[in-house]
C-alpha cells in the first residue's frame, strides 16, 4: 500500500504554534482540523511542495535528534484515558508477559467502549520531583538519607530524556534545584540539605504537584513525586484529601518511602500516606534501615521504568471535569494490579 504523506500540527492555546512535524502514516487515517489548523497545513504543503524529503524536514526544523526523540511517541486522543500500571505476583515479582485478554477494566462502572493500546512499554520519559522530608523528626536516619541520594538518583535520572527536581520541607516547602537532568546538580542539592522545624508533608506534596504540571511537554511522560519522609505530618495546612485530588488531576504518581522506625501500620498518617500512594497508582515502600531502603530502589527502578501502558474509549465521555473512578483487575490467578483508582476528565478551553 502506498504511503501518504501527512502534516500534523499542534496548537497549545497561549504558546502559539509550538510544534510542526512531519509524519508519515499508513492510511486509514482520522484527523479533525479547525480551520485555522487547515490554513496552516495547506501552506505549509505548498512550501514543500517539490523538494526532498531530506529539504522538507529542513524546511520545517526536524532535525535528526528530532526525530530520534520522537521515536516511540505515544500519543493520546482528548477522548481516551491512559492508564499505565504494574503487575505483581504475592513475592512481589514483576509480571511482564500479561495479555490483554487477561485484564478487566471497569470506568464508572461501565467497560469501555473500546481499548485502542494495550502494550508492556519500558523507558518512558520521567518528569520527576524528589521530596526531601527535613525536619527534626527524621534527624537520626537523615544522615543515611543523603548517603544514599546518589546512587537513588543515579539509578531513577536517566539524563537523556528525563528530568527531576529537588525539594525539601520542614514547616513549609522549599524549592532547592529546579528541573534537570543534570544527576550530579541533582545528588549535590540533596546533600546540601539541613535538618530543622516541623513537617507539612501534604502541603510539599501540593507544592510538588503544581511544580509537575507547570512542566509543558510535547510527549506523553510519566509524572513521579519519590517522598522520602518519616510520615510525622504536624503542620500542615492542607488535607490529604486535597492532595489525592490534585494528584489525580495532574496525573501524578506518589511513590513513598517511609523512613520511619517504629511506626504502627494502623498510625493515621500512615494510613493517609499509605492511601494517598495506592489511589495515585505508586506505593508506600519501607526504607527505615539501609537494607530496606536498598530494596525500595530497586524496586522503584522496575515500577518506573517497566510497566504496561493501557488507552482506552470510556463508554460515557465529556469533557467536564468530573471524576471517574477506574477498577483494573487481572484475571490470572495470584496476581496483584497496581494503577491509579480514577481520574478527573479534562474541561473543554472556556468552561
Known amino acids: 500500500m502506498t504511503k501518504r504523506t501527512f502534516f500534523l500540527v499542534q496548537h497549545v492555546p497561549g504558546r502559539g504554534w509550538s510544534k510542526i512535524a512531519l509524519c508519515l502514516f499508513r492510511p486509514p487515517f482520522k484527523v479533525q482540523l479547525n480551520p485555522k489548523s487547515m490554513y496552516l497545513a495547506f501552506v505549509l504543503v505548498l512550501l514543500v511542495s517539490g523538494s526532498s524529503l531530506a529539504q522538507r524536514k529542513a524546511q ?3 532535525t ?8 516511540g511517541t505515544f500519543v493520546l486522543h482528548v477522548d481516551e484515558v491512559d492508564l499505565p500500571f504494574v503487575v505483581v505476583d504475592k513475592h512481589h515479582h514483576w509480571i511482564t508477559n500479561l495479555s490483554q485478554e487477561e485484564i478487566r477494566v471497569r470506568d464508572n462502572g461501565l467497560s469501555p467502549k473500546s481499548i485502542r493500546i494495550f502494550e508492556s512499554r519500558s ?6 520531583g524528589l521530596i526531601f522530608d527535613t525536619s527534626d523528626s527524621i534527624v537520626r536516619q537523615f544522615t543515611q538519607e543523603k548517603d544514599t541520594a546518589a546512587l537513588f538518583i543515579s539509578r531513577l535520572v536517566d539524563p537523556a530524556k528525563d528530568l527531576a527536581f529537588v525539594l525539601k520541607f520542614n514547616n513549609e516547602p522549599a524549592l532547592v534545584q529546579d528541573l534537570t537532568s543534570d544527576t550530579q546538580t541533582l545528588a549535590t542539592a540533596v546533600q546540601k540539605l539541613t535538618v530543622g522545624g516541623s513537617t507539612a508533608i501534604y502541603d510539599a506534596l501540593y507544592f510538588a504537584c503544581k511544580k509537575l504540571s507547570q512542566q509543558q511537554d510535547e510527549s506523553y511522560v510519566r509524572r513521579v513525586l519519590v517522598l522520602l519522609t518519616d510520615g510525622d505530618d504536624n503542620s500542615s495546612q492542607l488535607q490529604p484529601a486535597v492532595i489525592i485530588q490534585e494528584a489525580l488531576r495532574q496525573n501524578v504518581v506518589v511513590i513513598v518511602l517511609d523512613t520511619s522506625t517504629d511506626t504502627p501500620s494502623d498510625d493515621l498518617n ?5 492511601k494517598l500512594a495506592r489511589v495515585t497508582g505508586g506505593q508506600m515502600l519501607r526504607a527505615g534501615n539501609k537494607k530496606q531502603l536498598a530494596k525500595a530502589l530497586e524496586e522503584l527502578s522496575s515500577y518506573l521504568r517497566s510497566y504496561y501502558l493501557l488507552a482506552y474509549h470510556p463508554a460515557q465521555f465529556a469533557r467536564d471535569g468530573s471524576y471517574h473512578s477506574v477498577h483494573l483487575k487481572a484475571t490470572r490467578h495470584g496476581v496483584r494490579v497496581i494503577c491509579r483508582s480514577g481520574y478527573y476528565a479534562a474541561r473543554d478551553a472556556g468552561e
Not at 500512615?270 to 499509605?274: F, S, V
Open 270 to 274: 500512615h494510613r493517609n500516606l499509605e
Open 123 to 128: 523507558g518512558l520519559p520521567l518528569r520527576m
Open 60 to 62: 520545517i526544523g526536524i
Open 64 to 71: 535528526p535528534a528530532d526525530e530520534t526523540k520522537s521515536m
